[in-house]
Structure formats: C-alpha cells, structure tokens
C-alpha cells in the first residue's frame, strides 16, 4: 500500500488542534474528511506535531496509507480542492517509503512566535501575533534565551498534562529577532530542536515576555528552569501566535 507525506499549511484561528477529536472542528478531521470525498475512506493521518488549538501551520508534515494508487500532485489538488474554503492547504506531496514515519523519522522541529509590539488594536494580524501594548527589552529576553539553550530538564516549561515520560530536551537554538515593519514592531521568537515538551515553546515566551517587560531578570528564568517547577514558570502565551514552520528530516521527502 503507498504511503504518502504531506507538506500543510492551515490557519488555526478556527480549529481545535490538530488531533482529531469527537464533534470538534480539527485539523486532521477536516483533511480526513476532504480524503472521503475523494472515495478513499477515511484512513488515519499520523502528523510529525499535533498542535494545539489556535496554533498555526506553515510547513507541518503528515503520512498517510491509501489502498490505491494516485499520482502525488492529483492527491494535492485533489485535496486542496476540497480544503480551499477551509483555510488549510497542501504544500507538496510525495510517495515515501513504507517505513518512513512523519513523526519518529523527524530530527529536527522548528517553530517561530510573533509578538506584535503597538499601541494600536491588531487588525489584519489578529489571531496571527500576540499583541502587546509596551514595549519589550530585547537584549534582555536574548540574554535570558541563553540560559535555556542545551540539554536540561524543563519540568518548568511543560504543561501539567504534558504525556512525555522524560522532561529532559535538548533546545539546539533559541534566538529573538526584532522587525520593524510598516504596521507596528514585531519580535520573533525562534525555537529549533528535536522534539518538544507539550507546550514547552509557548511557556518559554511568556516567561521571556516577562522579562522583557522587566517583570522578571533575566537571571531568574535561570532560577526558574533549575527549580524544575511548573509553579515557577511565567505565564502561557497565547496560541494564536504561534507557528510549526518546519520539519527536518535525514533526506528531504518533498525534495524533487
């Protein structure tokens, strides 16, 4: 039976997360559903990250099993025939082999976070940036970043309801870059690793938030992540601007 990756892109304003859930509007439910308009069933999507609700997508990668044979560009448009009202999209697609697997053949994630830094109300970024009225010290959340870059237990940094059995990551690179564009001041928060605790990233930027509005030191994230306590962790940034943008792997799937 072929086995297929997909490269997506999906807004995730509107949706529940990734993960298919009973009566909830899902990123994963919707593609499941535009594959059964296609007379395919509706055969299981296993995705490299399953994001949470209002996260959005820029280059997530999924597989799928279909008993049929299609040819990787029909599969796409097909699909993006039927998803095109619903704000997600198909990037690429490609035959893989059987044993290859979106999740566990991945080596490296990387998401970004936007925060919008204006006065004015966000209006065609809202839901897109996480709007914040002050202003935030830069140099000071880059200095707390370091202190998170490495291998260490971020019991801190992860939800309650995180299901992994180990807190111990690796963060291979946490870098803050400010924007100056023609609708307000943006800073972005760029994290890359192998795998991530379940909300392990947002976590991250609410605390470095608290930092750069002078809330916190940064010596104190310091303090924070070898407390090894989630009661020591700053606030949960929003969702909403939050973004899985790219999935790496040992040899590019999508490469022609």
């Keep these: 039976m072929p086995r297929f ?3 997506i892109e999906y807004h995730g304003a509107k949706f529940c997360g990734w993960q298919k859930q009973s009566k909830q509007n899902t990123i994963q439910g919707t593609i499941e559903t535009a594959l059964s ?8 999507i296993f995705a490299a990250g399953r994001t949470d609700s ?5 280059g997530q990668v999924a597989h799928l099993d279909i008993p049929t ?25 490609a035959i893989v082999p ?22 004015a109300p966000a209006t065609h970024t809202e839901k897109l940036v996480w709007h914040i009225k002050k202003y935030l010290d830069i140099n000071a959340m880059q200095h707390a970043a370091i202190y998170l870059v490495g291998q260490h237990d971020f ?18 690179q946490l870098t803050i870059e400010a924007k100056n564009t023609s609708h307000g001041f943006e800073i972005h928060i760029h994290a890359y690793a192998r795998s991530f605790l ?32 989630r009661m020591a962790c ?17 040899e590019d799937p999508f490469k022609k």
């Design 37 to 44: 308009k296609l007379g395919l069933g509706r055969p299981p």
């Design 5 to 7: 990756a997909l490269k």
């Design 54 to 58: 209002g996260v959005h997508a820029l």
């Design 155 to 172: 019991t801190t940094f992860r939800s309650a309801h995180c299901q992994a059995e180990n807190p111990l990551k690796t963060l291979d």
């Design 234 to 250: 700053g606030p949960v940034s929003p969702p909403f601007g939050l973004y899985l943008v790219d999935i790496g792997y040992a």
């Design 98 to 119: 059987c044993d290859w697997h979106a999740r566990f053949s991945a080596i490296k994630r990387h998401y970004v976070y936007r925060i919008l830094s204006r006065r």
């Design 69 to 93: 044979k299609f040819e990787p560009f029909r599969l796409s448009e097909a699909l993006n025939y039927h998803l095109k009202a619903k704000r997600i999209a198909i990037l690429d697609c």
């Design 198 to 229: 379940h909300r392990q990233v947002r976590s991250i930027v609410g605390t470095l938030e608290r930092v750069g509005a002078g809330a916190w030191s940064p010596k104190e994230v310091q303090k924070a992540l070898e407390a090894r306590d």
